[in-house]
């Protein structure tokens, strides 16, 4: 069965080749452009895992993860961030969230579709 | 007969008498004539020595009388204030110049403060004088009792601070003006390093798309690409990363610069560290051709630093040694153990430093002319922003070169713990 990932951006070209190098790879891919809509994707469709970036238009990306960990059904997916500086952009507030990573930007785009596979349990 | 002689006897003896009681007197009155000139002498003495130390103070002096009269007054008063001395002495001090030292806090100062005390200090006086102007003046006044007559003479030091003044004045207002300055100034730089964070973010963002976009295309990960097409997206990649390579280094200059830089320290293997990234430099000196000498330190000690900034000042001399050498040169590192840290010497055989350009290395964007690589691999912000990373960690950097084509020597050194930098 292949395995389901939710994109988070409010930009589109990151949409389109995180969305590519992941169909490659064999994912399913679905997109929301805010975290709003985000949210309501990931409680309908529950995917294996989202990709999140941190600066989003409504909320950070943080902030969407928090209320993605208080919703039963889908506390315990997977999200990985993708932030734009090696530096602490809101690491520490990432770490206190549980079962997230973070891939820094600009994403590899050889390792990017390993790299999200690896962080599905 | 007899009588006669005997009163003749005895007018002798009282005039002898007289005689000698008046050449008593009159040897007295000599000795008393001398005295006075003595004394005179003394205090003709005392009253020159008295004008002399008036006339060589720079300070306008009067001397009044206890009728405010003008008994003297000094070479500097009447330089200063342009009167004569036959229109100052014995005149009245408010008669000056044409009643102009009728001076109302003159007045208040000579009969109303004096009276009651024997002196008085800096008290300051403004006046516009007819030929000399606005003036501020210091007033010192003192009391000078005369035993002999019962009465007091008043010395009266005129201290002109006009300048002093319109000085205190300039200083005053240069540091308001040096204040707003400053704090402008912070403004400025703070607007400026925010402009640059955004506009990094802004243009790292399409930047990171094209270059992911092409990295896809060149590795044909949606189909073949035929060999021209191959090449030009080859180059768009290559660009597109000189270009995010030098917007990361704009970036860090100006964090560096605005004092924003934060450095993470961690316990860094220097040991390891140094042979890693030489490792990934031999690759380079090799395929040209290059001699590498590595001499570290077996006793070399760990430090604590930015790991990151650190391999990239690492990186960017070794990368230099490279680029900036000919075929079959030498390249090297020296680390070793120095006084409370460490010292790193990268060095090579290659271009050199010509020394009218010794000064321009760190203002950035310059780079000097090799025709050993294309200089266009670099972005002439790796040695000021080493420079500037060094310091940050509290070591010192410095570059050398014999000249022209001698090669060149770029030394650092980093404390083994770094000062914690905000």
């Known amino acids: ?121 | 007969m007899k009588e006669r002689n005997k009163n003749k006897e005895s007018l002798k003896c009282q005039a002898e008498t007289r005689t000698a009681a008046e050449k008593i007197i009159i040897k007295q009155l000599h000795h008393e004539i001398e005295y006075r000139k003595k004394t005179e002498q003394v205090t003709q003495d005392a009253r020159n020595y008295a004008e002399n130390i008036i006339d060589t103070v720079r300070e306008p002096l009067l001397v009044l009388d206890a009728n405010l009269m003008v008994i003297s007054a000094s070479r500097s008063f009447y330089q200063v204030f342009k009167v004569k001395p036959e229109d100052t002495e014995k005149k009245y001090i408010y008669d000056l110049g044409n009643r102009q030292w009728d001076i109302p806090k003159l007045r208040e100062l000579l009969e109303k403060i004096l009276p009651k005390v024997t002196s008085f200090d800096n008290f300051e006086v403004e006046h516009d004088f007819l030929d000399i102007g606005k003036r501020i003046m210091l007033l010192n006044a003192r009391k000078i009792f005369r035993e002999t007559n019962h009465t007091h003479s008043i010395l009266l030091a005129i201290e002109d601070i006009t300048e002093r003044r319109e000085i205190e004045k300039g200083l005053e207002k240069a540091h308001k003006e040096l204040q707003e300055l400053a704090s402008e100034l912070k403004r400025a730089t703070r607007a400026k390093s925010e402009f640059l964070a955004n506009m990094s973010h802004e243009l790292r963002t399409p930047l990171n798309s094209i270059n992911g976009f092409s990295e896809v295309l060149y590795d044909e990960t949606f189909g073949p690409l035929n060999e021209k097409q191959k090449k030009y997206v080859n180059n768009i990649l290559t660009s597109g990363k000189h270009l995010l390579l030098l917007i990361n280094q704009i970036l860090d200059m100006a964090k560096v610069e605005a004092g924003k830089m934060n450095l993470v320290l961690s316990n860094l293997p220097v040991k390891s560290l140094l042979n890693e990234i030489s490792l990934l430099v031999a690759d380079m000196a090799s395929k040209r051709k290059i001699e590498m000498l590595i001499e570290i330190a077996e006793d070399l000690p760990d430090i604590e630093a930015d790991e990151l900034k650190i391999r990239e000042v690492i990186y960017n001399l070794l990368s230099n040694a490279v680029k900036f050498t000919p075929e079959s040169g030498k390249i090297g590192m020296r680390a070793k153990r120095a006084d409370s840290g460490i010292e790193v010497e990268v060095w090579d055989t290659g271009a050199g430093i010509a020394p009218e350009n010794m000064g321009k290395i760190f203002e950035g964007f310059f780079r000097v002319d090799t025709p050993y690589s294309r200089v266009t691999e670099g972005t002439g912000l790796g040695l000021p922003l080493s420079k500037k990373l060094v310091e940050l960690h509290g070591g010192k950097f410095s570059v050398e070169s014999g000249g022209l084509n001698k090669g060149t020597g770029v030394k650092f050194t980093l404390p083994i713990v770094s000062k914690k930098e905000v």
């Open chain 1, 1 to 121: 069965m292949k395995k389901r990932a939710l994109i988070v951006d409010d930009n589109d070209n990151n949409l389109l080749l995180e969305k590519d190098l992941l169909e490659v790879a064999g994912f399913e891919v679905s997109l929301a452009k805010n975290a709003t809509d985000g949210i309501t994707s990931a409680k309908k469709e529950k995917p294996d895992i989202i990709i999140m970036d941190m600066r989003l238009p409504d909320m950070r990306g943080s902030e969407a993860a928090k209320i993605l960990r208080q919703d039963k059904e889908t506390n315990d997916i997977p999200i990985v961030f993708v932030t734009a500086s090696v530096m602490a952009e809101g690491r520490e507030e990432i770490n206190a969230i549980t079962n997230t990573r973070f891939i820094g930007k600009p994403i590899d785009t050889r390792t990017f579709a390993k790299e999200v596979s690896q962080f599905i349990n």
